[in-house]
């Protein structure tokens, strides 16, 4: 079975030259997609402050220029950055080479945009992908979710909108690239309380294929986040993060996700047969609960997002009544929260993640081999 | 790296309540001593949204969150990490393909209980920081004191790991032919395997072709021995089984693998017998199993179905599919106005429906909503008792309604088994708005398609 699948995931095993990519040098296969060239940069331009989060195959840490001397916390205006290191011998062995360039391809594509982190640059040596973030200083918003519990409305609906912000640029703006893992880990606050969507694993350009959009097969998203057509594998589109969408607002305003249960299997089977119900306490607006279940409907041609009007539609929602979403994109105010950043630098809004892998696999000749050339242009 | 400094402010006040107060109880103490720090730290920074600026229209400026002594966020996910390890279902698989070892602690109780005393509700947090009430003065615990609400003691509140599984692509899109693999069965066999199935979730939405793939993809294993590891809890999972003869045995370790020794299995927690199945979860992405199964008697028999089988038979099915009803849509002349993207849209839309032969689809004169393709079989439109068209395989009818209410013309009935794929007035307005913008960019006249000059089912 392992060799079958492996095959789905890396078709060909031709073996390719493994030179080390400059932007000059675009990827020398074919019939790889090139990634959008990136400033380039080595790890020895860098040194580790420390970990701000950790993932499977991920661990992004918080770096400084490797010549910086002073204590951070003197620095008036610090060079910090957020550095996501992918090790090239896990991406292989969970069969995500696709992911990461796709990560690392839209990343590039969206820099810029207000409510997205920013790509500065990404590189690679013999064992690792890198990809050279902004820092944003002011943690998860599941942290500060799971403090408060919960959000009241107001503060719910600013989140929510800034998400539907990037939702629909990534969607109508961008040529239908789904996020496909929208989660409160996920959004990260700035120094002044706006979004800061993260972690791109799962983001995939669907675009036009003989001018019909094309939908998507491969599972992925988190456990409590997915969307009944992802895991009925019906094929799916960018209606997956509306669904999301819903769920995370039912997050916001109860503190625990509508389907939820410590076995998986089980959390599948609600969403793709229980309806979405609201607790007693709190007490859910009509606005909100009507949100909730438009966005979480099953039948994804009924899906508030999907349905006709798009995002727009979703903007004239009456949970976002009174919204001025001109004033929200361009950040004219400050967000609900306003993390406690001490300094520009300050990492204390995170999480502390032990610094040390737990066992990692060399990265063998063989392995560089044959998979270096999916690698060399990142 | 050394601690942070708010560890250690923490630590320090507690030692020092600690020497004061010589508890009997440690670990009580410590925990009522953190919750009451939380709740402290809570009510400042609460007291601080309070005294927001001034409301403008939609979201108000926030008030700014002055950092202070108390304000450091030591108190994070971590104290809610309880994950998903004390799974019972030793056939579901407990964790998440990437969860880390912390999510295999044990379920405690008190880690979510103790926070109930300190349950402030989320309403007071932050109402009116943009919402523009500005009118309360008193501190949040006050406007509305902690209320005992329903929140899910055995909810994992800690992070959530993502999961995925390998891609696939339509064999359609990367031209190459695949063919579900396929083993004979007897329909005895098949019966067996129909029932062990059909009420589980991944398999009874799935339409008769899907089933019968699935059901010639199961790969017969003999397991010809007792004492026989099938899945080995802890391990990566790519196939769910299902018994056709013989019993199994669940054991499932608490650490959530096997250890070595005597007892290294962990507890035994079930039996699986002829007509059970077991290891589902492998069907959705490769997660560490949640159990061991070994084999607990002499020639036993499974069914074998791995994951990229199954997940493949459904996509290209899917695929296949999409593909011809948007091929059908594109011959529908009320339709050629609509860009790919809509009539992909529409074909992503279309509800299956079976009719046997005799039974009536459209009745005359009857207010028509929906519109017709023909997927499979025979039909035949009759005004009155004249056969009036016949119908065949990607031909349509009834889609005149899409443009008004008016009483169908003929009645359309099955000459053979038929499946049809439908789509109401309704739903077509919902996905790309009003028709009338959409049908009538051209005018529908007089096309000449061989199906229908004029939609016969329409009246004059």
Same mark, same amino acid.
């Given at each position: 079975m392992a060799a079958a699948t492996l095959a789905e995931a890396q078709p060909g095993t031709a073996a390719l030259s493994t030179g080390m990519a400059s932007p000059s040098n675009p990827c020398t296969d074919p019939t790889l997609e090139p990634l959008p060239p990136t400033r380039k940069f080595k790890l020895s331009d860098f040194k580790r402050v420390r970990t701000l989060g950790t993932g499977t195959f991920a661990r992004v840490v918080l770096v400084r220029p490797a010549n910086a001397t002073k204590p951070l916390q003197e620095e008036k205006n610090p060079e910090v950055y957020a550095l996501k290191i992918l090790k090239k011998t896990e991406v292989i062995k969970l069969k995500q080479i696709d992911h990461v360039r796709h990560e690392r391809a839209i990343l590039a594509d969206v820099a810029g945009h207000p409510f997205i982190t920013k790509l500065l640059g990404s590189s690679s040596d013999h064992d690792c992908l890198y990809m050279l973030l902004e820092y944003v200083p002011g943690g998860e918003l599941f942290s500060y979710l799971r403090k408060y519990r919960r959000f009241d409305e107001p503060t719910a609906r600013f989140y929510a909108a800034e998400i539907v912000l990037v939702l629909e640029f990534l969607h109508e703006q961008q040529g239908g690239v789904a996020y496909r893992d929208l989660k409160p880990e996920n959004l990260l606050l700035d120094q002044d309380g706006h979004i800061k969507l993260v972690d791109f694993g799962f983001a995939k350009r669907l675009g036009y294929k003989d001018d019909r959009p094309v939908e998507t097969y491969t599972?992925?998203?988190?456990?409590?986040?997915?969307?009944?057509?992802?895991?009925?594998?019906?094929?799916?589109?960018?209606?997956?993060?509306?669904?999301?969408?819903?769920?995370?607002?039912?997050?916001?305003?109860?503190?625990?996700?509508?389907?939820?249960?410590?076995?998986?299997?089980?959390?599948?089977?609600?969403?793709?047969e229980k309806p979405v119900v609201f607790p007693q306490e709190p007490v859910i607006s009509e606005e909100a609960q009507d949100i909730i279940r438009s966005f979480c409907t099953r039948d994804r041609s009924r899906r508030l997002g999907n349905i006709s009007g798009g995002a727009g539609r979703v903007k004239a929602h009456p949970f976002f009544r009174g919204v001025n979403w001109d004033d929200l994109l361009n950040r004219r105010h400050r967000g609900p929260i306003i993390p406690p950043i001490r300094y520009p630098g300050d990492d204390q809004c995170f999480d502390v993640y032990p610094e040390e892998d737990a066992n990692s696999t060399a990265y063998t000749a063989e392995m560089a081999n044959k998979y270096d050339r999916y690698f060399e242009d990142f | 790296?050394?601690?942070?400094?708010?560890?250690?402010?923490?630590?320090?006040?507690?030692?020092?309540?600690?020497?004061?107060?010589?508890?009997?109880?440690?670990?009580?103490?410590?925990?009522?001593?953190?919750?009451?720090?939380?709740?402290?730290?809570?009510?400042?920074?609460?007291?601080?949204?309070?005294?927001? &600026?001034?409301? /403008?229209?939609?979201?108000? $400026?926030?008030? +700014?969150?002055? *950092? @202070?002594?108390? !304000?450091?966020? %030591?108190?994070?996910?971590?104290?809610?990490?309880?994950?998903?390890?004390?799974?019972?279902?030793?056939?579901?698989?407990?964790?998440?393909?990437?969860?880390?070892?912390?999510?295999?602690?044990?379920?405690?109780?008190?880690?979510?209980?103790?926070?109930?005393?300190?349950?402030?509700?989320?309403?007071?947090?932050?109402?009116?920081?943009?919402? &523009?009430?500005? /009118?309360?003065?008193?501190? $949040?615990?006050? +406007?509305?004191? *902690? @209320?005992?609400? !329903?929140?899910? %003691?055995?909810?994992?509140?800690?992070?959530?790991?993502?999961?995925?599984?390998?891609?696939?692509?339509?064999?359609?899109?990367?031209?190459?032919?695949?063919?579900?693999?396929?083993?004979?069965?007897?329909?005895?066999?098949?019966?067996?395997?129909?029932?062990?199935?059909?009420?589980?979730?991944?398999?009874?939405?799935?339409?008769?072709?899907?089933?019968?793939?699935?059901?010639?993809?199961?790969?017969?294993?003999?397991?010809?021995?007792?004492?026989?590891?099938?899945?080995?809890?802890?391990?990566?999972?790519?196939?769910?089984?299902?018994?056709?003869?013989?019993?199994?045995?669940?054991?499932?370790?608490?650490?959530?693998?096997?250890?070595?020794?005597?007892?290294?299995?962990?507890?035994?927690?079930?039996?699986?017998?002829?007509?059970?199945?077991?290891?589902?979860?492998?069907?959705?992405?490769?997660?560490?199993?949640?159990?061991?199964?070994?084999?607990?008697?002499?020639?036993?028999?499974?069914?074998?179905?791995?994951?990229?089988?199954?997940?493949?038979?459904?996509?290209?099915?899917?695929?296949?599919?999409?593909?011809?009803?948007?091929?059908?849509?594109?011959?529908?002349?009320?339709?050629?106005?609509?860009?790919?993207?809509?009539?992909?849209?529409?074909?992503?839309?279309?509800?299956?429906?079976?009719?046997?032969?005799?039974?009536?689809?459209?009745?005359?004169?009857d207010p028509g909503h929906s519109f017709y393709l023909l997927e499979s079989g025979e039909a035949a439109a009759y005004k009155g008792t004249e056969k009036v068209l016949s119908y065949n395989k990607g031909d349509f009818f009834g889609e005149l309604a899409l443009l008004n209410d008016a009483p169908r013309a003929a009645s359309v009935v099955a000459v053979t088994d038929v499946k049809v794929a439908t789509l109401g007035k309704n739903a077509f307005q919902r996905l790309l708005g009003p028709v009338e913008g959409l049908l009538r960019r051209t005018r529908y006249q007089g096309v000449k398609t061989g199906v229908e000059e004029m939609d016969p089912l329409q009246q004059e």
């Amino acid at each position: 079975m392992a060799a079958a699948t492996l095959a789905e995931a890396q078709p060909g095993t031709a073996a390719l030259s493994t030179g080390m990519a400059s932007p000059s040098n675009p990827c020398t296969d074919p019939t790889l997609e090139p990634l959008p060239p990136t400033r380039k940069f080595k790890l020895s331009d860098f040194k580790r402050v420390r970990t701000l989060g950790t993932g499977t195959f991920a661990r992004v840490v918080l770096v400084r220029p490797a010549n910086a001397t002073k204590p951070l916390q003197e620095e008036k205006n610090p060079e910090v950055y957020a550095l996501k290191i992918l090790k090239k011998t896990e991406v292989i062995k969970l069969k995500q080479i696709d992911h990461v360039r796709h990560e690392r391809a839209i990343l590039a594509d969206v820099a810029g945009h207000p409510f997205i982190t920013k790509l500065l640059g990404s590189s690679s040596d013999h064992d690792c992908l890198y990809m050279l973030l902004e820092y944003v200083p002011g943690g998860e918003l599941f942290s500060y979710l799971r403090k408060y519990r919960r959000f009241d409305e107001p503060t719910a609906r600013f989140y929510a909108a800034e998400i539907v912000l990037v939702l629909e640029f990534l969607h109508e703006q961008q040529g239908g690239v789904a996020y496909r893992d929208l989660k409160p880990e996920n959004l990260l606050l700035d120094q002044d309380g706006h979004i800061k969507l993260v972690d791109f694993g799962f983001a995939k350009r669907l675009g036009y294929k003989d001018d019909r959009p094309v939908e998507t097969y491969t599972l992925c998203g988190t456990p409590e986040y997915l969307a009944p057509e992802v895991i009925h594998n019906k094929g799916h589109t960018t209606a997956v993060d509306w669904w999301a969408l819903g769920i995370l607002i039912y997050e916001f305003l109860t503190g625990y996700p509508p389907f939820w249960h410590q076995n998986p299997m089980e959390i599948y089977k609600q969403i793709v047969e229980k309806p979405v119900v609201f607790p007693q306490e709190p007490v859910i607006s009509e606005e909100a609960q009507d949100i909730i279940r438009s966005f979480c409907t099953r039948d994804r041609s009924r899906r508030l997002g999907n349905i006709s009007g798009g995002a727009g539609r979703v903007k004239a929602h009456p949970f976002f009544r009174g919204v001025n979403w001109d004033d929200l994109l361009n950040r004219r105010h400050r967000g609900p929260i306003i993390p406690p950043i001490r300094y520009p630098g300050d990492d204390q809004c995170f999480d502390v993640y032990p610094e040390e892998d737990a066992n990692s696999t060399a990265y063998t000749a063989e392995m560089a081999n044959k998979y270096d050339r999916y690698f060399e242009d990142f | 790296m050394s601690l942070p400094e708010a560890y250690q402010h923490e630590i320090q006040a507690l030692n020092r309540q600690v020497l004061q107060t010589c508890p009997s109880d440690i670990l009580q103490f410590c925990a009522d001593f953190f919750n009451s720090r939380l709740a402290s730290e809570r009510a400042a920074s609460l007291s601080i949204f309070r005294d927001r &600026g001034t409301p /403008s229209p939609g979201f108000a $400026p926030s008030p +700014r969150f002055s *950092p @202070s002594p108390t !304000s450091h966020f %030591a108190m994070m996910s971590s104290q809610f990490s309880s994950p998903f390890g004390a799974n019972s279902n030793p056939f579901g698989g407990s964790t998440s393909p990437m969860a880390s070892s912390v999510m295999h602690s044990v379920v405690e109780e008190e880690e979510n209980d103790h926070d109930h005393d300190h349950l402030a509700p989320g309403g007071p947090f932050f109402s009116g920081a943009f919402g &523009g009430d500005a /009118s309360t003065e008193a501190p $949040p615990t006050m +406007r509305a004191p *902690p @209320s005992n609400d !329903s929140y899910p %003691a055995q909810y994992n509140f800690g992070r959530r790991t993502s999961v995925s599984a390998e891609s696939l692509k339509p064999s359609a899109d990367s031209y190459d032919n695949w063919t579900p693999p396929f083993t004979e069965k007897t329909p005895e066999q098949i019966e067996r395997l129909k029932h062990a199935i059909e009420g589980n979730f991944l398999f009874n939405h799935l339409d008769d072709e899907q089933s019968a793939q699935i059901l010639g993809a199961l790969v017969e294993k003999p397991i010809p021995a007792r004492g026989i590891k099938v899945i080995s809890q802890g391990d990566a999972g790519d196939y769910f089984y299902v018994v056709e003869r013989g019993s199994f045995d669940v054991y499932v370790n608490a650490c959530g693998f096997i250890e070595p020794g005597p007892d290294g299995l962990g507890n035994k927690v079930g039996i699986i017998q002829a007509g059970g199945s077991f290891g589902e979860l492998a069907l959705m992405y490769n997660a560490p199993r949640a159990a061991t199964i070994i084999s607990a008697e002499g020639s036993c028999t499974l069914w074998a179905l791995d994951r990229v089988t199954f997940r493949r038979i459904l996509m290209e099915s899917t695929f296949a599919r999409r593909r011809m009803y948007e091929s059908f849509l594109e011959e529908v002349p009320i339709l050629s106005s609509l860009t790919p993207y809509e009539r992909s849209k529409i074909a992503d839309a279309l509800e299956t429906q079976k009719f046997a032969p005799g039974d009536t689809i459209i009745h005359e004169g009857d207010p028509g909503h929906s519109f017709y393709l023909l997927e499979s079989g025979e039909a035949a439109a009759y005004k009155g008792t004249e056969k009036v068209l016949s119908y065949n395989k990607g031909d349509f009818f009834g889609e005149l309604a899409l443009l008004n209410d008016a009483p169908r013309a003929a009645s359309v009935v099955a000459v053979t088994d038929v499946k049809v794929a439908t789509l109401g007035k309704n739903a077509f307005q919902r996905l790309l708005g009003p028709v009338e913008g959409l049908l009538r960019r051209t005018r529908y006249q007089g096309v000449k398609t061989g199906v229908e000059e004029m939609d016969p089912l329409q009246q004059e």
